[in-house]
């Protein structure tokens, strides 16, 4: 599977702009795309909600894995 095609995967997954998601114990509003950097690295840039502060927060490895075989959220 291409980088282009796991970012759309993991965009269609929810992680997409705008978007608020819960990542390790923390919610986040989405402020970018997905970005994908070899096989199983993906990022977004994203809020902290709590904080304020722009994170670079890397997409959790069991989400790529489920976005290449084409999965779909619970």
Do not use: C, W
């Not at 970005?35 to 490895?61: C, W």
């Amino acid at each position: 599977m291409s980088e282009l095609s796991i970012s759309e995967s993991v965009k269609r997954l929810g992680y997409a702009r705008n978007n608020q998601v819960r990542l390790y114990g923390q919610v986040f509003e989405v402020v970018s795309d997905p970005v994908s950097i070899g096989d199983h690295l993906v990022f977004v840039d994203a809020v902290e909600l709590k904080t304020g502060q722009v994170r670079r927060v890397t997409i959790p490895r069991t989400i790529v894995q489920m976005a290449r075989r084409g999965g779909h959220a619970a």
